[in-house]
Every structure is written in structure tokens, then in C-alpha cells.
């Protein structure tokens, strides 16, 4: 999965609304000692943005938090995964508008690979919370995007005896892998559980996704232990 790369100016479509976010951060905060700081401030704006329903403005925080950390790079990154979470879940929203035909399906792709780029990120930043979030999350994105695929309609000019044959191309080429690499991340995610002895919703919602995938799979990892009612948030 490739990952958008610190510098690079970022086009976001949130439900409609375009913003531009410059990969160049303020001055101001490049310069300063305290980009830790500045970081948690721009994750906590931006979450009260979101609260808001300004998903635009709250966009444009967690891109300075991401930036910034990047920038500086110190202290603890958790501000910068759960910002670049948050980023793949405003991205997320114009994926969800798309409704997939032959003739949106690129564009289904397109909006699916910003996402996916987002979660990634917060990945590689490795806090565990998010980590298992992100794996969870980009699992459902590939579920989400291979059922659409496998179940829109096929072209109106498409000949009767054809049918088949294209919905057997759409399982081989687009449901099989993406729910393979649901099934893949999903193992990621539970493996990370299990390694750092996380006990979360999204731990819990890893397993669940799991084994309706691929049932006795979780079990074979070893489960996490239960839920101890972690805050973890969940946008479903």
C-alpha cells in the first residue's frame, strides 16, 4: 500500500467539500521546539471539528497533526496515528457516496486507494490502539469495495449469454482478492492483539470480521482476552 508522502499538497473531498491542505506546515510550527505539543493541539481541534460536523476544518487539523510529527518527529506518535485514522474515515465518507456501476467503478477504486493510503499511515506509525483500528477498518474497505463490485449491475449492451462469464471475471478478479486481503489485514490485527495483549472494541471487532471470513481462524491465533470495556471509539 503506498503512503502519502510528507510535502506533497493533498486534494480531500469531504462529502463535497474541497479543501487543499499544503504539505508545507506553518512556519511557526516547523520552527518550534514543542511540535509534540503542537501536534496534540491540532489532533484535539480537529476532533472538535468533526464533533462539530466541520469535516473540512477537522481535515485540515489532522493533516497538521500528521505533518508536524512527521516534522519533528518526537515524542509519543499516537496523536499522528489517530489523526491519520481520522483522515481515512473523512475519506471514507465520499467512498460510501459512490454507488458502483460500470461506470463509477474507477472512480470506487480511487476514492477506495486514497482511504486505504490513510489507514496505512496510521499503521506504520505502529500505537497499537490504532494500529488494530486502521487494520480493521481498511479490512471492511476491501469486504465494502468487493461486494460492491461483485454485486453491481452489469452493462445494459452486455448479450444475456455473457452474464455469467462476467460475473465470474468480477469474482476472480476483484471479490477473491479483496476478500483475501480482508482475511490477511484481519490476522494482522488480531496477531498485534495478541503480541501486545490489547483488549479493545476493535480487538473484539477484528476476531468477529475474522472469523465470519474464515471461521476457526481467530481461534488457531490465539484469542485476545475479553474486552475489559476499553474506550475505544468505533465509527461503524
Known sequence: MKIKTTGTTGLFLTLGVVFFASGAVNTSVADSSSGNDNCETFARNGDDLYEA???AGAGEMYLQCVETYDLNEEGSPAHAAR?????GEIAR?????????????QRKAHLKSDV???YSRSIIYDVDEWFIASCVRAGELYENFGNAVFSMEAPENL???????FYCQLNEQ???????????????????????NISSEWADRAVENLERLAPGKAAKLGLPRETNGSNVPGIY
Open 93 to 105: 465518507l465520499d467512498y460510501d457516496l459512490v454507488v458502483v456501476s460500470a461506470e463509477t467503478v
Open 174 to 196: 476483484f471479490y477473491e482478492p479483496e476478500m483475501q486481503k480482508a482475511i490477511n489485514i484481519y490476522i494482522t490485527a488480531v496477531e498485534k492483539a495478541i503480541s501486545a
Open 116 to 118: 486505504e493510503e490513510w
Open 83 to 87: 489523526s491519520a485514522f481520522m483522515l
Open 159 to 165: 448479450p444475456e449469454e455473457a452474464f455469467d462469464e
Open 53 to 55: 460536523g466541520d469535516l
